[in-house]
């Protein structure tokens, strides 16, 4: 199970939930990972990424400024992802307590209450936890701009038939292509994608989207995370071209599904042509 937040340092998190986050400087890359440190102890880091394992899960945390990878000068948030179903939950709300930091949960688009985060997207129960309560700033806001300021998990899939979701067993696809083909074809069509190592960004007008990318073999399918007003037009245009769907696995839904996708492929593939569906 993959997860995702992001620790900012804001005055007013209902007002930033509202009217959009303009975050505070956290302090200098060199002192923000020494508090880190103290409040993640066996935490590793080298540059602008850390990295903590613990009792059924792995952490991964990298230090932003402004969009852009910090590992000199100030930084102004912090992104976690999460690997596992263990819950590390705990250990980052009494960091965030400590420091004086907000957690934002990237799953729901909302700050997490640090004294009371069951609404939490992902605290660690088996089944998805319930929704966060319902602040001022939701009730606010209509329920299509609020998907706007969550962070959606995306996948990339190249199908090879319509999906069957309600089915048990994997979602049958061929490969996207090669590392080298997957890269060239994303920065064709994003321009503003910058990369560091294998990990891409691009933000442009209030939407954002993360890329990790190995750099070399065969990509099987593309875990991505978007946000922003114009998510599913970037969606569109980057499977579009290349055949792809795009599959939300927080709703079990394609918010765009390739025309390629809706009948079944011959039965007699082109020799170069790799299926993973069983014939």
Not at 75 to 91: A, C
Request: glycine letters at 10%; proline letters at 10%.
């Amino acid at each position: 199970m993959a997860r995702t937040a992001t620790i900012y340092r804001v005055e007013d998190a209902s007002r930033a939930e509202r009217f959009g986050i303009e975050p505070q400087i956290l302090g200098g890359a060199t002192g923000v990972w020494k508090r880190l440190r103290r409040g993640l102890p066996g935490l590793y880091s080298r540059g602008w990424e850390g990295w903590l394992a613990g009792d059924g899960w792995k952490m991964q945390l990298s230090t932003w400024r402004q969009l852009l990878p910090s590992s000199r000068g100030a930084v102004d948030s912090i992104q976690v992802d999460v690997d596992g179903d263990g819950d590390p939950l705990p250990l980052l709300l009494e960091l965030c307590l400590d420091q004086g930091w907000s957690l934002f949960d990237d799953e729901t688009g909302c700050f997490v209450d640090l004294d009371d985060p069951a609404g939490m997207s992902w605290n660690g129960e088996p089944m998805p936890a319930p929704p966060p309560p319902r602040t001022l700033a939701m009730m606010l806001v209509p329920e299509a701009l609020r998907r706007e300021f969550s962070r959606r998990e995306i996948v990339l899939l190249d199908l090879d038939g319509p999906p069957a979701l309600d089915e048990d067993g994997p979602i049958h696809r061929f490969p996207l292509g090669h590392a080298d083909d997957v890269r060239e074809h994303l920065h064709a069509v994003m321009p503003p994608l910058r990369w560091f190592g294998r990990r891409g960004r691009a933000a442009v007008d209030g939407t954002r989207i993360d890329v990790y990318l190995r750099s070399s073999g065969l990509i099987d399918t593309l875990r991505i995370s978007i946000s922003g007003p114009d998510a599913d037009d970037w969606l569109r245009r980057l499977c579009e071209p290349m055949g792809w769907s795009a599959l939300e696995p927080a709703l079990g839904d394609f918010p765009y599904l390739h025309e390629t996708a809706t009948e079944l492929p011959p039965m007699e593939l082109p020799s170069n042509v790799i299926a993973l569906r069983p014939r």
